[in-house]
């Protein structure tokens, strides 16, 4: 696009120019008032830069504040363009004269610059023009991509710190690999192959299934389900079973100091091995009168949940009144934000309700709502639990084939059973 007109020299210009922010806004509104929209927009992102550029400048560099007029950008895109040279005199520049000319005749103001001198420079005032130009930029549709970067203001600098004699110092010249470029190590991807697993196993939330219970429907018994903890727990006395727990407690705590140094991601991946993951998590909440609403929950949902479940079980007469859950013994008050799995309430838990007022009077579970878990009765039963890592019996016993020994190959005619009919490779 062709501009309507040029700009002369200030002394041409009818009219003494406006300094200041007023000038600055009066010679964009004659830049956008001289020409159309196209040949505005290089004029004010170029004017856009070279404010930028003296803005961002230290006080002391005379680059930005020097502008030779004769440049080929200049021309073009500022001095051609009526108001283009006025914004600059708003700002504070002047005209000066420079050295001798190599070739007047060829360039009659290659000894002409624009000269921002330190007493006419106003910070404020140059900030504020390249607010109005911005405010342009958006008029005239110019994209953030084409306009100059706003850079990042410094941070201070730290405070000195006080020399300590006994503190040790020590400076590793290796270079720092930050984690954001680091390649993860073996054990971290098989850690987030284990994570990814779990989440699959575990689902999504599943039907509460709430049931309530009290003294004329009592809880059902548990139909059977997986064995937890040692078999030889069946029929032991408690001194046995404390016995057995504390010794397998010290065992742990033996292997652990002698074990190497080991990350924490080695740790997560070690207890995910060993882990088995539940769908869902039935939890019993006991009220004083030992009545019991029983729901499913998702073993990672939080006792905030189980909060919200009960109170939305009450009625209106009660739905606001004060409560916590704990468990015992010994008696641990469970708060809001905790994780089911994190207070060992999965695959299932019985869980009491204390009222942090008077206790509601009237019938047996007269305080919740008429008709609450009427439609389901039926026996209750633990999740079934699935390990995160299959072990060799499991993988067998799910019909895969067992790979023949070399003492055993088909075809060989050698005995591969021993006296009572056992073969060699079974392993009881």
């Given at each position: ?212 219970f009290n003294s004329a429907n009592p809880p059902p018994a548990a139909t059977p389900g997986p064995v937890l903890g040692d078999a030889r ?6 001194s046995t079973l404390i016995a057995r727990s504390m010794h397998k407690k010290m065992e742990e705590q033996k292997k652990r100091e002698a ?50 479940l009960v109170r939305q079980n009450l009625s209106p007469d009660h739905a606001n009144r004060p409560f916590h859950l704990y468990v015992s ?100």
């Amino acid at each position: 696009a062709i501009p309507m007109q040029t700009e002369g020299t200030p002394e041409e210009t009818a009219g003494a120019p406006l300094g200041g922010i007023e000038g600055c806004r009066q010679a964009i509104e004659t830049i956008r008032s001289s020409c159309f929209d196209a040949a505005a927009s290089p004029v004010i992102l170029t004017l856009m830069k070279y404010t930028h550029n003296l803005l961002h400048s230290p006080p002391g560099d005379d680059r930005p504040r020097n502008i030779r007029i004769s440049n080929a950008t200049f021309q073009a895109k500022v001095a051609a363009v009526e108001g283009g040279q006025a914004f600059f005199h708003a700002l504070g520049f002047v005209q000066e004269s420079r050295g001798m000319s190599y070739d007047v005749a060829r360039d009659p103001l290659g000894t002409s610059f624009l000269v921002l001198k330190p007493e006419a420079e106003d910070r404020a005032i140059v900030e504020q023009a390249l607010a109005l130009l911005h405010i342009e930029a958006d008029i005239l549709g110019i994209g953030q991509d084409q306009r100059p970067k706003q850079k990042k203001a410094a941070a201070p600098a730290p405070p000195p710190v006080a020399f300590d004699p006994y503190k040790s110092n020590v400076t590793s010249m290796a270079p720092t690999i930050t984690s954001e470029y680091r390649e993860p190590s073996i054990t971290e991807k098989k850690l987030k192959q284990l994570k990814d697993r779990q989440g699959l196993l575990e689902g999504g939330i599943p039907d509460r299934q709430v049931q309530i219970f009290n003294s004329a429907n009592p809880p059902p018994a548990a139909t059977p389900g997986p064995v937890l903890g040692d078999a030889r727990s069946a029929g032991a006395s408690d001194s046995t079973l404390i016995a057995r727990s504390m010794h397998k407690k010290m065992e742990e705590q033996k292997k652990r100091e002698a074990a190497p140094f080991r990350t924490r991601a080695m740790r997560e991946l070690e207890a995910l091995e060993k882990a088995k993951v539940f769908a869902f998590t039935v939890i019993r909440v006991q009220f004083p009168d030992r009545v019991v609403i029983q729901a499913h929950f998702h073993p990672r949902e939080s006792v905030g949940t189980v909060i919200d479940l009960v109170r939305q079980n009450l009625s209106p007469d009660h739905a606001n009144r004060p409560f916590h859950l704990y468990v015992s013994p010994p008696k641990t008050k469970l708060a809001a934000e905790d994780l089911l799995t994190a207070q060992g309430l999965v695959p299932a838990a019985l869980v009491y309700l204390s009222w942090e007022s008077t206790p509601p009077e009237g019938p047996e579970g007269g305080y919740l709502k008429p008709g609450v878990g009427a439609e389901i009765q039926a026996p209750v039963a633990y999740p079934k639990s699935t390990p995160l890592v299959e072990s060799k019996d499991d993988s067998q016993s799910n019909g895969k084939s067992i790979p023949a020994l070399p003492g055993n190959m088909p075809g060989q005619n050698k005995s591969s059973t021993k006296k009572g009919g056992k073969p060699s490779w079974l392993k009881l």
